[in-house]
């Protein structure tokens, strides 16, 4: 490649073209961690000469406007991950438009891929959807715009025809993501656990899964090309060494739909990325947080992986019901999302998970069934207990099921359906006024997903601040606080229950609940605030010595 005043001359394959890299191309996205999404767009079209650059879609909307005008971009790209968030894509999309921003808008993310013609429907100034894995697409788009070519018809497209909504041929997925360069990350965003900076990472792409309420499997599996590819483990151990030592992050949190653990093929990989943290010497200086299923846990690979500086694991174990996991077609079991629970349990690693108290196959009953398993897996306070409902998104089996039933209802930001019994509509309405209230389990700042802040806490300290005084001791203490909070959640869904069924008892009082609710905060906040200071001095230590070693 030849390059005069951001023009390019490309060479291969036996044909030349230009490419025009004077214009900036601008990508904007949810960035409360670095959204490793648009970050690996921005590599791909960086180490093409483009000046590719990053916006947080929750800045202020008329700053994205002004750099927009004054950087005249040759292509603005949004990335959707959330569907429920489209009015608020187009309403800023609207703004840019009738503001004066004038280049090529495309959108890509699940959604858009999926359901393209629904997303040129809803938001009628985007000028293309870019489909699925957007690395090579985006570039030869921006390349054809660039130069004022013709970009209709090229490969992973969708845009509006004449009076309809055209699809091109569908680009084959990345088939080696190691030739990928290392995505754009926005650091400032990434966050940090007493002092210990974290970055979001991936090892793989795609989810050989068929759960019937995610949408990740099907964006695999219609675009052609395999549907779960791993990065090589030395790949990336060599990315997390590089950021630990050119960039301070020690905590990575890997995004993998499904780590890379299941089946023989799996479990060598990760052998292999265990022995490689070894070979870089990272034991003790990093740690990492996984994302898997329930099946894929076992004691020995768990053991080696802890020892590696696995510290936290996030399960969907979705339901306590056999019939909620066929619903879901999860392929799993109760007694195996149990059994998963006691080995990380005996091991010593903290975890998390996902639950739906209610999905389309739902009965009073089997609420009473989910908080009876709810109780087998945190009532000892390991972890702290939060809750969903199934939701029936784009681009999901079930979905269709709900559809060709006539239960489906709502629209794309709200996507709902009937249940089976009726009267679980108000039960599940009413649960979450209560927990709202009462800010029990929703939001960032809500009492459970505070306390799992806490835990991921703990456990980065057992990993990188070892010989921490009293560790053990504020670790009960947590434990008795999240033991009494879940418990407290347990019956509030209990009495709930035997209220909107018809069984009697009277309505939880939701002022009394936010007392309940403040006190457990209150402590949470007491006895983390009395660790640290009592720590503070060692725990500043340790930092001071690991950041002389950086730069010794």
Not at 18 to 29: E, F, I, Q, W, Y
Not at 320 to 332: N, P, R, V
Not at 349 to 373: Q, W
Not at 424 to 442: E, P, Q, S
Request: with cysteine; aromatic share 10%.
């Amino acid at each position: 490649m030849h390059q005069v005043d951001g023009l390019s001359i490309l060479k291969s394959s036996g044909i030349t073209r230009a490419r025009d890299t004077s214009r900036p191309v601008l990508l904007v996205g949810f960035q409360r961690h670095s959204n490793l999404g648009i970050g690996y767009l921005a590599a791909s079209l960086r180490r093409e000469g483009y000046d590719a650059r990053i916006f947080d879609f929750e800045a202020n909307r008329q700053e994205i406007l002004e750099e927009a005008l004054a950087l005249s971009p040759v292509l603005i790209g949004f990335s959707l991950i959330f569907q429920s968030y489209i009015p608020w894509f187009g309403s800023l999309i609207r703004y840019l438009r009738e503001n004066g921003v004038n280049c090529h808008f495309t959108m890509g993310g699940h959604f858009p891929s999926l359901s393209y013609q629904h997303t040129l429907e809803l938001i009628p100034e985007l000028d293309s959807v870019v489909r699925f894995e957007g690395e090579e697409t985006l570039l030869e788009l921006v390349d054809l715009l660039s130069l004022g070519g013709v970009w209709k018809g090229l490969p992973g497209l969708a845009y509006r025809k004449d009076s309809g909504v055209v699809s091109t041929p569908m680009r084959h997925l990345v088939d080696d993501l190691d030739t990928l360069p290392y995505p754009v990350r926005e650091f400032n965003c990434d966050g940090a656990i007493l002092g210990r900076n974290i970055t979001p990472m991936l090892a793989s792409r795609g989810c050989a899964r068929t759960c019937s309420f995610c949408s990740i499997h099907m964006f695999y599996r219609t675009a052609p090309g395999k549907v779960v590819r791993t990065r090589k483990p030395a790949q990336v151990v060599n990315e997390m060494r590089f950021l630990l030592e050119e960039h301070g992050r020690s905590i990575f949190l890997f995004q993998d739909d499904d780590f890379p653990l299941f089946g023989p093929v799996w479990q060598r990989w990760a052998n292999e990325f265990v022995q490689e943290i070894h070979r870089n010497g990272l034991k003790g200086r990093v740690v990492w947080k996984i994302n898997c299923r329930a099946d894929a846990v076992e004691p020995e690979l768990f053991k080696k992986m802890h020892e590696a500086g696995l510290y936290m694991v996030y399960m969907g174990l979705e339901s306590g019901t056999e019939e909620g996991l066929k619903t879901l077609h999860k392929q799993i079991t109760v007694e195996q999302n149990v059994r998963a629970v006691q080995i990380l349990k005996a091991l010593g690693i903290i975890f998390e998970f996902g639950f739906m108290l209610l999905d389309p196959s739902s009965t009073f009953e089997s609420v009473r069934a989910n908080v009876r398993f709810l109780r087998t897996v945190a009532g000892d306070g390991s972890s702290g207990v939060t809750f969903g409902r199934m939701v029936p998104y784009d681009g999901t089996p079930i979905k269709d099921d709900l559809q060709r039933a006539g239960r489906l209802k709502g629209d794309v930001c709200r996507p709902d359906y009937d249940f089976l019994d009726p009267r679980l509509d108000d039960f599940y309405k009413a649960i979450i006024h209560i927990v709202n209230v009462t800010g029990w389990t929703h939001g960032l700042h809500a009492l459970s997903p505070q306390i799992n802040v806490a835990w991921n806490e703990v456990a980065v300290i057992e990993h990188l601040f070892p010989n921490i005084p009293q560790l053990d001791v504020y670790r009960e203490t947590l434990r008795e606080v999240t033991r009494e909070s879940n418990e407290a959640l347990f019956r509030i869904i209990e009495n709930t229950t035997d209220l909107y069924s018809g069984s009697g008892g009277p309505p939880p009082n939701p002022e009394e609940l936010r007392i309940k609710c403040d006190r457990f905060a209150n402590q949470l906040l007491n006895n983390r605030t009395k660790f640290l200071l009592e720590n503070q001095g060692l725990l500043l230590e340790t930092l001071e010595r690991d950041r002389q070693a950086a730069f010794a």
